[in-house]
Protein backbone atom coordinates (compact mmCIF):
# COMPACT_ATOMS: atom_id res chain seq x y z
CA UNK A 1 0.00 0.00 0.00
CA UNK A 2 2.89 2.51 0.95
CA UNK A 3 4.14 1.92 -2.50
CA UNK A 4 1.66 2.78 -4.23
CA UNK A 5 1.19 6.21 -2.54
CA UNK A 6 4.84 6.87 -2.47
CA UNK A 7 4.44 6.42 -6.85
CA UNK A 8 0.73 8.15 -6.91
CA UNK A 9 2.42 11.29 -4.75
CA UNK A 10 4.74 12.84 -7.86
CA UNK A 11 1.17 12.89 -10.25
CA UNK A 12 -0.62 14.30 -7.19
CA UNK A 13 1.51 17.30 -6.81
CA UNK A 14 1.69 18.10 -10.61
CA UNK A 15 -2.07 17.86 -10.41
CA UNK A 16 -2.53 20.37 -6.93
CA UNK A 17 0.18 22.85 -8.57
CA UNK A 18 -1.56 22.94 -12.03
CA UNK A 19 -4.80 23.44 -10.23
CA UNK A 20 -3.52 26.47 -8.05
CA UNK A 21 -1.71 28.13 -10.88
CA UNK A 22 -4.54 28.04 -12.93
CA UNK A 23 -6.21 30.27 -10.60
CA UNK A 24 -3.39 32.09 -9.68
CA UNK A 25 -3.40 33.97 -13.47
CA UNK A 26 -6.75 35.10 -13.24
CA UNK A 27 -6.31 38.61 -13.00
CA UNK A 28 -8.37 40.54 -10.35
CA UNK A 29 -10.47 43.87 -11.05
CA UNK A 30 -8.10 46.23 -10.31
CA UNK A 31 -7.40 49.49 -12.12
CA UNK A 32 -5.13 48.62 -15.09
CA UNK A 33 -6.14 45.07 -15.61
CA UNK A 34 -9.05 43.80 -18.00
CA UNK A 35 -12.64 43.55 -16.50
CA UNK A 36 -13.92 40.31 -15.83
CA UNK A 37 -16.60 39.16 -18.18
CA UNK A 38 -19.72 38.24 -17.28
CA UNK A 39 -23.22 37.57 -18.72
CA UNK A 40 -25.95 38.76 -16.46
CA UNK A 41 -29.99 39.10 -16.85
CA UNK A 42 -31.54 42.17 -17.65
CA UNK A 43 -35.09 42.67 -15.18
CA UNK A 44 -37.19 41.32 -18.62
CA UNK A 45 -35.05 38.47 -18.79
CA UNK A 46 -32.24 39.34 -21.69
CA UNK A 47 -28.88 38.75 -21.47
CA UNK A 48 -25.98 40.88 -21.08
CA UNK A 49 -22.42 40.28 -21.89
CA UNK A 50 -19.52 42.90 -20.80
CA UNK A 51 -17.26 41.53 -23.72
CA UNK A 52 -19.92 42.34 -26.24
CA UNK A 53 -19.80 46.13 -25.05
CA UNK A 54 -16.14 46.57 -26.50
CA UNK A 55 -15.90 49.83 -28.16
CA UNK A 56 -17.82 51.61 -25.15
CA UNK A 57 -17.11 53.09 -22.03
CA UNK A 58 -18.75 51.02 -19.62
CA UNK A 59 -19.84 51.85 -15.71
CA UNK A 60 -20.21 48.76 -13.75
CA UNK A 61 -22.02 49.42 -10.70
CA UNK A 62 -22.79 46.56 -7.67
CA UNK A 63 -25.72 47.70 -5.63
CA UNK A 64 -28.37 46.35 -3.65
CA UNK A 65 -32.11 47.87 -2.93
CA UNK A 66 -31.62 47.27 0.79
CA UNK A 67 -28.51 49.36 0.60
CA UNK A 68 -28.49 53.23 2.00
CA UNK A 69 -25.51 54.77 0.04
CA UNK A 70 -26.98 52.45 -2.83
CA UNK A 71 -30.10 54.36 -3.51
CA UNK A 72 -28.68 57.83 -2.22
CA UNK A 73 -26.50 57.53 -5.52
CA UNK A 74 -29.54 56.27 -7.73
CA UNK A 75 -30.70 59.96 -8.55
CA UNK A 76 -27.06 60.77 -9.68
CA UNK A 77 -26.63 57.58 -11.29
CA UNK A 78 -29.84 58.55 -13.53
CA UNK A 79 -28.90 61.82 -14.48
CA UNK A 80 -25.85 60.49 -15.79
CA UNK A 81 -27.26 57.69 -17.68
CA UNK A 82 -29.27 60.61 -18.96
CA UNK A 83 -26.22 62.93 -19.53
CA UNK A 84 -24.34 60.36 -21.63
CA UNK A 85 -27.66 59.00 -23.95
CA UNK A 86 -26.39 59.10 -27.46
CA UNK A 87 -22.63 59.01 -26.63
CA UNK A 88 -20.78 55.18 -26.53
CA UNK A 89 -21.21 54.81 -23.00
CA UNK A 90 -23.37 52.34 -20.94
CA UNK A 91 -24.08 51.68 -17.43
CA UNK A 92 -24.79 48.59 -16.23
CA UNK A 93 -25.84 48.48 -12.64
CA UNK A 94 -25.76 45.04 -10.95
CA UNK A 95 -28.35 44.45 -8.57
CA UNK A 96 -26.91 41.22 -5.58
CA UNK A 97 -30.32 41.84 -4.36
CA UNK A 98 -31.15 37.55 -3.41
CA UNK A 99 -34.81 38.61 -4.15
CA UNK A 100 -33.90 38.58 -7.52
CA UNK A 101 -36.25 40.94 -10.37
CA UNK A 102 -38.92 40.64 -7.88
CA UNK A 103 -37.09 42.77 -5.23
CA UNK A 104 -35.22 45.09 -7.75
CA UNK A 105 -38.75 45.71 -9.82
CA UNK A 106 -40.45 46.34 -6.27
CA UNK A 107 -38.10 48.89 -5.68
CA UNK A 108 -38.41 50.65 -8.90
CA UNK A 109 -42.05 51.21 -8.73
CA UNK A 110 -42.17 51.95 -5.03
CA UNK A 111 -39.38 54.76 -5.33
CA UNK A 112 -40.34 56.44 -8.58
CA UNK A 113 -36.27 55.64 -9.40
CA UNK A 114 -34.93 53.09 -12.10
CA UNK A 115 -31.69 52.07 -13.39
CA UNK A 116 -30.14 49.80 -16.41
CA UNK A 117 -30.05 46.60 -14.06
CA UNK A 118 -29.09 43.28 -14.38
CA UNK A 119 -29.28 40.12 -11.44
CA UNK A 120 -26.25 38.59 -9.75
CA UNK A 121 -28.33 36.61 -7.40
CA UNK A 122 -25.55 33.94 -7.70
CA UNK A 123 -22.71 36.55 -6.48
CA UNK A 124 -20.77 35.26 -9.44
CA UNK A 125 -20.02 38.94 -10.91
CA UNK A 126 -19.53 40.10 -7.34
CA UNK A 127 -16.90 37.97 -6.79
CA UNK A 128 -14.82 38.24 -10.34
CA UNK A 129 -15.09 41.74 -9.43
CA UNK A 130 -13.96 41.06 -6.00
CA UNK A 131 -16.03 43.73 -4.12
CA UNK A 132 -16.27 43.65 -0.72
CA UNK A 133 -19.74 45.54 -0.44
CA UNK A 134 -22.04 47.98 -2.42
CA UNK A 135 -21.93 50.66 -3.88
CA UNK A 136 -18.54 49.12 -5.83
CA UNK A 137 -18.38 50.89 -9.09
CA UNK A 138 -16.13 50.36 -11.95
CA UNK A 139 -15.23 52.21 -15.08
CA UNK A 140 -13.90 49.99 -18.06
CA UNK A 141 -12.86 51.63 -21.56
CA UNK A 142 -13.71 50.89 -24.63
CA UNK A 143 -11.16 48.17 -24.81
CA UNK A 144 -12.13 46.73 -21.73
CA UNK A 145 -9.92 47.61 -19.36
CA UNK A 146 -10.42 48.65 -15.49
CA UNK A 147 -9.69 52.61 -15.27
CA UNK A 148 -11.33 53.36 -12.31
CA UNK A 149 -12.89 51.88 -9.02
CA UNK A 150 -14.91 53.58 -6.36
CA UNK A 151 -15.91 52.02 -3.31
CA UNK A 152 -18.87 53.84 -1.99
CA UNK A 153 -21.26 56.05 -3.04
CA UNK A 154 -20.46 59.24 -4.81
CA UNK A 155 -22.81 62.04 -6.80
CA UNK A 156 -22.03 60.51 -10.38
CA UNK A 157 -23.27 63.37 -12.56
CA UNK A 158 -20.78 65.76 -10.81
CA UNK A 159 -19.46 68.21 -13.63
CA UNK A 160 -16.07 66.89 -13.30
CA UNK A 161 -17.19 62.86 -13.43
CA UNK A 162 -19.34 64.13 -16.66
CA UNK A 163 -16.32 65.79 -18.47
CA UNK A 164 -13.98 62.43 -17.75
CA UNK A 165 -16.29 59.94 -18.87
CA UNK A 166 -17.20 62.20 -22.31
CA UNK A 167 -13.43 62.66 -23.07
CA UNK A 168 -13.35 58.89 -22.61
CA UNK A 169 -15.87 58.01 -24.87
CA UNK A 170 -14.12 60.39 -27.30
CA UNK A 171 -10.79 58.34 -27.64
CA UNK A 172 -10.74 55.94 -29.96
CA UNK A 173 -10.73 52.36 -28.53
Aim: charged letters at 20%; aromatic letters at 6%.
Amino acid sequence: MRGIFVRLLPLLLVLTLTGCSREQTAKPAIEGNPAPNFTLNTLDGKSVTLADLRGQVVLVNFWATWCPPCRAEIPSLMRLNAAMAGKPFRMLCISIDEGGAVAVQQFFRSSGMMLPALLDTDKKAGLAYGITGVPETFVIDKGGVILKKVVGGMEWDQPEVVAYLNDLTSKPR
